[in-house]
């Protein structure tokens, strides 16, 4: 019987450059796989995230399972001949073959070397009825050594009516270290065979065989002309460099090409991990999808980091309490350094500005921000807007979308969370500038002086004017000539006074712009820690967690 020639592997060429690194190893790919599963829940397509588990699952059971076997599964469609193949194989009469359809309801196992098969075949869920041995001592003189470590079961057909027999093909398809397609010289190009395994399965086409059987059936002539045209199907499908091998099971030596085929395959004991470095390297394909050309910058740019801060410190308010502190603080500083007279006057009026208090406001303002109602929703909603545009702009749709919901993972905690940093900023003003009360001591002795003035010019006036004293009444309050000196005191007093009242508001006007200044700048300091926390971090962490996806799909994909 022919058989088809393998490609060859390239030859290492002397003048090439320095070499690639070496591919990564079947537990490095699966590990990389087990980061895209984590990465991508609740960001990617749940349909291809399922696949994944499920594959991450076969894998490790299947690695965990014996090393030493190498399962091959024969599959085909009815009348083919898998079963007569598979008996000739085995040299023994173990699959039912006859005439009636389908002959094989259950799939078949045999297996050479019994060490580690029996969890193998659990795990295959081959029924204990059809599991056979060719390492028994009853079966010791016919068994063939060259075939240690085969499991080789014989599948049914998988055009079968019974919908439980396509349901047994289709399980094993997915797990079979080498797939076996047993076609017929009449049915080669069947439909069901290409539509439903050949093309959905092409990318495995290095741990899948070929087997055109019952050449017997043709000419010679035509055993390589049925080839050709197979080769050329295959290829048009997908199915790259195809291995095809010729069989004949009830001619002399019809198997031989097929039997080193296994032997060379058991040998080499690779199928196991070529078949799951397959499925890694197909369902990295996938993941591929959600890659992104560009790469992704770490974090936020300068230009919405602030754009970000400004939004938030305006939805809190900050501008507006640092005003009305402003006016706090002037409304304080008029206790100590306002002319106690204007004071007086205003009192004589019901003046409600005047009766407010610093502590008051402050005790207000500090209310105002111990609930959620320091920031708006809706303003911290507008805040958000727009916040990633610069970073999620060149990310694949998933990612855009889940770095869009990461700045707005915790928006619903930033109302409370601006207010309290509000809160804290206040200034406590329990002590004020020491000049204050400086300030304070002179006004109120211009004030002493003003009243002993009035006073003195009273005396003046009753003694010096209406000599009510008599002739014994002091010189400094009997001599009505002092009243316009003493006049002349109080009115100074009275401007003194009043100047130095007129000079502290200027002082006290810029000493509260420059406080507004200083506590807006402590608010937004705050309340850029607040972004941090609940913004920009989760961002950057998505951002992150996205190159790392990248990373692990570029390694995924390299075999």
Not at 343 to 359: I, Q
Not at 441 to 463: P, S
Request: glycine share 8%; aromatic share 6%; proline share 5%.
């Amino acid at each position: 019987m022919t058989t088809s020639a393998l490609p060859a592997k390239p030859s290492a060429d002397p003048q090439a450059g320095p070499a690639a690194a070496p591919a990564p190893g079947l537990p490095e790919r699966l590990d990389a796989l087990e980061r895209l599963f984590r990465a991508g829940s609740g960001r990617l397509d749940q349909r291809l995230l399922d696949d994944a588990e499920v594959l991450l699952d076969r894998a490790g059971q299947r690695l965990r399972l014996s090393g030493e076997h190498t399962v091959v599964a024969l599959a085909g469609g009815t009348g083919s001949g898998k079963s007569s193949l598979f008996n000739a194989i085995c040299g023994l009469e173990l699959s039912p073959t006859g005439m009636r359809r389908p002959m094989t309801s259950k799939a078949h196992a045999c297996v050479w070397g019994l060490d580690g098969a029996g969890p193998l075949l659990d795990w295959l869920d081959v029924d204990k009825r059809h599991r056979y041995a060719r390492a028994s001592a009853l079966d010791a003189a016919r068994t063939d050594s060259s075939l240690q470590g085969l499991v080789l079961l014989d599948l049914p057909d998988h055009d079968s009516i019974q919908a439980m027999h396509r349901a047994e093909v289709d399980r094993f398809v997915h797990i079979a270290d080498l797939l076996v397609w047993v076609v017929d010289p009449q049915k080669y190009a069947d439909a069901a065979l290409h539509r439903n395994y050949i093309v959905p399965f092409a990318e495995y086409a290095g741990v899948t065989l070929i087997v055109l059987n019952q050449v017997d059936r043709l000419q010679p002539g035509e055993v390589e002309e049925c080839v050709t045209d197979l080769r050329r199907l295959l290829e048009a499908e997908g199915l790259r460099h195809p291995r095809i091998i010729t069989t004949s099971a009830t001619a002399e030596d019809g198997v031989r090409g097929f039997r080193e085929v296994l032997v060379d395959t058991v040998a080499a004991r690779r199928a196991r991990s070529d078949r799951l470095a397959t499925d890694v390297g197909r369902i990295a394909e996938r993941f591929a999808e959600y890659h992104g050309e560009a790469e992704p910058p770490a974090h936020l740019d300068p230009e919405h980091r602030a754009e970000l801060v400004q939004n938030l410190t305006d939805a809190a308010g900050a501008p507006a309490v640092a005003e009305a502190m402003e006016s706090a603080y002037e409304l304080r500083a008029a206790d100590f350094v306002g002319w106690p007279v204007s004071s007086m006057v205003a009192r004589l009026r019901s003046d409600p500005l005047r009766r407010m208090r610093l502590t008051e406001l402050r005790e207000e303002l500090r209310g105002a921000f111990t609930g959620p109602i320091g920031a708006q929703q809706g303003d911290v909603d507008n805040a958000l807007s727009g916040v990633t545009d610069g970073v999620t702009a060149d990310l694949p749709p998933a990612w855009a979308r889940a770095v869009r919901a990461a700045a707005r993972s915790h928006a619903a905690e930033l109302p409370e969370a601006l207010g309290v940093s509000l809160k804290d900023a206040l200034p406590t003003f329990n002590q004020v500038p020491r000049w204050w009360w400086l300030v304070k001591t002179w006004q109120y002795f211009l004030v002493l002086v003003t009243v002993l003035g009035v006073a003195w010019i009273g005396l003046l006036v009753a003694y010096g004017v209406f000599d009510a004293g008599g002739e014994d009444a002091p010189a400094l309050v009997s001599e009505a000539g002092l009243i316009p000196y003493v006049s002349i005191l109080v009115v100074c007093t009275l401007g003194m006074g009043w100047l130095t009242a007129s000079a502290c508001r200027n002082l006290v006007a810029l000493s509260s712009a420059r406080l507004g200044d200083r506590m807006e700048g402590h608010m937004r300091d705050r309340i850029e820690r607040v972004a941090e926390e609940k913004v920009l971090s989760p961002v950057s962490a998505e951002l992150k967690t996205y190159a790392g996806f990248r990373a692990d799909v570029e390694l995924v994909a390299r075999s």
